[in-house]
């Protein structure tokens, strides 16, 4: 058994390593968005030309991230959403709701202060989690039967 | 032609009422989440009984809440979700997800200080404004093909 | 909004009663199988003919039952499931699961004897109440917003 | 063709091993629950903290558990679900519902005495057998065309 | 509860009106294809202009009867599928393909020296009838819970 | 049996009314996109305001188009497609995709001379017309079984 | 690109041999039902154990080989549906009914005097044939654009 | 992560070539309709025999055409539909339609003449190009982040 595992969210810390490091020897197969910002925020009119509105600019690069994003949520057997401490990161609760309408295993990860704000997308989750190797330890959990420690 | 519409998110200003008024007469059938604040907050604990974890009380309340949410966003054509200018609001963003995940037309609606940050919820959408009236006015060409004034 | 609910589980006390009564004045449409034991036990040889093993005197039954089951469950926005003192209640578990995988909004019903053993179940429902009246309450504050007094 | 076999139910004897076995050289390929009671039980506070409620105990480790079940499920041609002597199982009958939901070929697998308390999960199966070896012949003949003996 | 109900298949006898008949009173909804036999082998020309090749000429009509058919199917909660003593009648197992494909309860009607033949569909069923009114029978009980006499 | 009937395609000419003269007292609920040529192409700027770019000016109004034209489309049991003698009429084939896609019943109307442009559209279709009200007369046959003339 | 073909219908003759040869050296995964009649008929009873009714009988063995035939229609691209001059064959038009409603590339393969009979099966085909070489040919020519000789 | 990326559209001109060679060293997995032009347009008849008219030979073709098409678009995380300089190209339009409904991530590839008359197709569209190494950039970003020099 294969587990698909897409890690959405936070961009900013290595939280996705330490997840990946977690799970050596794992049957995991990761996926994730493109985590360089810049990249990320210019893709469309580095690609397709420039843009006057910022509005059209913005909406041409999210629009090429979302063939990616997609992707990697239909594929996933397992969706990790991240939540860091800055930023609004709207994209990564809609990351959560997509993956929650399809029936996917969510798994979120934030700190103890964005607990109330988080309620509706715990709600919808399998596992909620304040540290990475928390992830790790549920894919190892699920994968072999194995409990840390 | 009945249009089911379903308007989620911020619960603080009268921007459904606008809406909602700006349609009148309009073949048009509303739903929207549990807006009183407090009730939307306590719901779980008054009903089922006391939680010691704030994780637990939040838990019980937003699983009741996403009976009404879900039912509501399942059985609609279109989706309206705004965003306000406080809160993190990510049980908006969520929602822009799930109803963008099950196919829904997606109208999104919020100030231009947060473009940048929800330019992946943007990109999903069939339109998004700045004023409530706007969505109004699509609904009515949508239904009568009048367009404003 | 109507709110189509399904009442499974358990027959031989009146708890559907007491949801529906408590429900009176709110907009919903209540479904639920054959209550009546013997009917629903002898329903497929009745109509069918005598059979002279048991399991497919069972089999024909069951399956007349399960046109009228499916028919309920699909349906329905809510699936309320009753797990009784007595009995394996097996059909009640299985009527769970399959509303689980249809992402119906479920609501499970037991006494605190049988938290454990049905940890799966509850794990799946938006709401684990063990009297019928939070039911009621439930469908108060869902259909209308309001929390009881 | 290869079969995706997934094992739910009883895990007190070899049943499992059994049809592993009896398949042997079928191009088979089982999934099963994690299927060592206590870290079954104890999964969800192992990783992710105690709780004081046996209920959140229950429900963290049902949740993580989950996670398993529904990608074994999803993914199976063919559920196989053990109903054993003892225990509620209502686990089994959840999942049976649940692979029934989704249109999964059913296999039910008990003894004699419990066949009218399991006529509705019975009457949504391809096949009831009583004794694991069946099983394995089923997935034989269903392969190869060879009947046993 | 509305049950809607598909009768497909033969077209030479009166069993629909038997059906319907048996069911006066109950909150049922019929429909059925085209069972003018002329009308129905020979609309596509009838409407869209005459073809050489019988081959076409049957083509025509055929997709045309489609367009009722699938909608019958389709929007039913029921389909009975009758088959009588004469011809091939393979639009009668087609349409049971169709129905079980889909999750449609399935009712199916035949003599008993159709048996054997019949059996793939028959296993497909959740109830086989040798005579009109045991359907309306089962109708009556899946509505109101009374069995006949 | 209430038919809803969707007419997508050519805006220019008087077909639409043509068939619903000529579906005059059947069972039938038409839809249609917004036929005033020049709403349909401003609505988007109309509402949301000024584009300096063509593209984005059209991007707006196609999207806002499309808040009904799905809407049309995915509740339509038949999808009626009309390709007129002017124009690209891509909008037309893309319906016709999108309907064929959901597993509608389609109809396409179109003359002579687009017969081998348009062979891949009508072989996903279930009948051909060249003429309105051929349409009609399908839509009888449909619903009463009754042949012209 | 691999094709999965699934070879439904008629077990008397050579044919599935002859399009397995005749689609030699295509990339083309081929599967099919059960074709020895004697174990097909009777695999229910010889692993499930004796049943005095030839109506149990047969249903034990038809469900047991549904197993296999689902998994084939289901995983399959296309379903070639096979006619032969004899029997009933209602099991073959239940599959191409199955095939259709789940919206898989139908092949259908029959004599020229079964033409009339079969006319609703063939309007839900993309192919009507008469000899098995045509089938091969049709494979070749979509996994590989050539055409016959 | 392997992309499955259908090429559909004109036939006339290299642009696929163009696109499969900027993307040489990438994960992506290409299918494409049949494109030689005279055996598409008589595969057929080639295979089935002459028609006399004309919409049967166009519709026989099409048919077999579509064994292709669906198996290629059903099958992709991506289509690319290019509309080139000549003809009406509906079948394009179709492709488009029919992969939007699918929820596939749509890019379009077109010259800026054609952009009113496809704002329906491009509104449907994750990226509008004019020039192939545009979408074979897309294709290397999505699949690794980079961006053209």
């Keep these: 058994m294969t587990l698909k595992v897409y890690l959405s969210g936070e961009i900013h810390t290595g939280w996705r390593e330490e997840i990946i490091d977690g799970a050596a020897g794992l049957d995991v197969s990761f996926s994730a968005p493109v985590t360089d910002h810049d990249a990320s925020d210019d893709c469309g009119v580095a690609i397709l030309g420039a843009e006057d509105k910022k509005f059209w600019h913005d909406n041409l690069g999210a629009k090429i991230n979302a063939i990616r994003t997609r992707k990697g949520i239909e594929d996933a057997d397992v969706v990790v959403v991240r939540f860091g ?55 190892q959990y699920v994968l072999t039967g194995n409990l840390p420690g």
């Design 85 to 139: 401490e800055k930023y609004k990161q709207w994209n990564a609760a809609f990351d959560a709701g997509y993956a929650a309408a399809l029936g996917k295993s969510l798994i979120v990860l934030h700190g103890d202060d964005h607990q109330h704000a988080l309620k509706e997308v715990d709600a919808a989750a399998l596992a909620v989690c304040q540290e990475p190797r928390k992830v790790a330890q549920i894919l």
